[in-house]
């Protein structure tokens, strides 16, 4: 147990997969693990464990963005063990070629701050996937009717964005998609020597103005989170 985490010790799994909203761990929960158990509601950030074609597996909520997902990955990593840590979320598509609906693999994850740029100082490190991960990612859907898309999505630090120019030079240098907990994600892994990777489902598109209905939303995402659990027990 810790301050943020009430779950005991043998409750968390290696493998963790963290949404940002805790409701959709618990939807992702019930619609994919067997057996799946609360191990965690402090402060209302819902935990589950249970199993996945056999394999022990956790899935728990970071909240909205990098501060809050560093106070959770820190926990499971340094007082529950978790050796791989993805991040399954919606992002805003950044890129004419990437759709609503598809799927991004983020292979690094570019940023202005976020809770290691003090330990950085003036070093700017780059953010990146596990490329195991990364790989088994890919093939797993490859196997799935998704449109599937590989490279650098960006991470901010704001929801409401009031730097329209920042998007352009993301936008003209590549970037796939908007988001806002990756790079902290890729961070802490590098740090503590553990795995991690984003998948991101598009949401919405910051060009296009198109937004997934409601609706549709847990059926879209259900590829990203099929995707995920592939990759950690390829």
Not at 1 to 27: C, F, K, N, S
Not at 48 to 77: D, Q
Not at 165 to 191: F, K, P, Q, S, W
Request: hydrophobic share 40%.
């Amino acid at each position: 147990m810790t301050i943020h985490i009430g779950a005991q010790p043998g409750d968390i799994a290696e493998t963790v997969l963290m949404p940002g909203d805790p409701y959709r761990a618990r939807w992702a929960a019930e619609n994919f693990l067997q057996s799946p158990r609360l191990v965690n509601e402090t402060r209302g950030m819902l935990g589950f464990t249970g199993t996945w074609k056999g394999n022990p597996v956790t899935i728990h909520g970071s909240g909205m963005g990098m501060a809050s997902l560093s106070i959770y990955a820190n926990e499971l990593i340094r007082d529950f063990g978790a050796k791989t840590l993805i991040r399954v979320g919606s992002a805003g598509g950044m890129q004419p070629h990437v759709k609503i609906r598809d799927v991004v693999l983020a292979m690094t994850a570019s940023t202005l701050s976020s809770p290691s740029r003090g330990i950085f100082r003036d070093l700017n490190f780059a953010p990146y996937a596990d490329y195991g991960l990364l790989a088994a990612a890919h093939h797993a859907a490859s196997t799935r009717n998704v449109g599937i898309h590989v490279g650098g999505i960006y991470s901010s630090d704001v929801f409401y964005d009031e730097r329209p120019d920042l998007n352009e030079i993301m936008t003209r240098h590549g970037i796939l998609c908007v988001e806002m907990e990756t790079a902290e994600l890729y961070n802490l892994c590098a740090r503590n020597g553990v795995r991690g990777l984003g998948i991101l489902t598009i949401s919405d598109h910051l060009q296009t103005g198109e937004a997934l209905p409601a609706a549709d939303r847990e059926r879209s995402f259900g590829d990203m989170i099929e995707i995920a659990l592939g990759a950690a027990f390829a």
